[in-house]
């Protein structure tokens, strides 16, 4: 079965960095374009970043381009998520999925996730 496992996150101050990993099990990885989800507290689940299987198209949610970058290495199965200059506002949980639909931004496009990492960022 598939399985995914991010981790990576932690406690960092504002303008600091993290980055974060997903390890990837049970699908030909290189084959699926792959995203990154984030939910604060309080609020619904939104799109942060998506890369497709080959690693060439990238996209990004407006709040975090220029200050995250979504990479993979399909060699060993694994999404990252490089994550700079961090704000307050980039605090909650960073969930990464598999897409099996065609719109990127859309969760229900997904059809796996990881359990989540969490991500504090103080001011």
């Known amino acids: 079965q598939v399985q995914l496992v991010e981790s990576g996150g932690g406690l960092v101050q504002a303008g600091g960095s993290l980055r974060l990993s997903c390890a990837a099990s049970?699908?030909?990885?290189?084959?699926?374009?792959m995203g990154w989800f984030r939910q604060a507290p309080g609020k619904e689940r939104e799109f942060v970043a998506h890369?497709?299987?080959?690693?060439?198209?990238?996209s990004y949610a407006d709040s975090v381009k220029g200050r995250f970058t979504i990479s993979r290495d399909n060699a060993k199965n694994t999404v990252y998520l490089q994550m700079n200059s961090l704000k307050p506002e980039d605090t909650a949980v960073y969930y990464c999925?598999?897409?099996?639909?065609?719109?990127?931004?859309?969760?229900?496009?997904?059809?796996?996730w990881g359990q989540g990492t969490q991500v504090t960022v103080s001011s």
């Open positions: 999925a598999v897409r099996s639909g065609s719109r990127y931004r859309d969760q229900k496009e997904y059809d796996y």
């Open positions: 049970g699908l030909t990885f290189s084959n699926y374009a």
């Open positions: 890369i497709s299987g080959s690693g060439g198209i990238t």
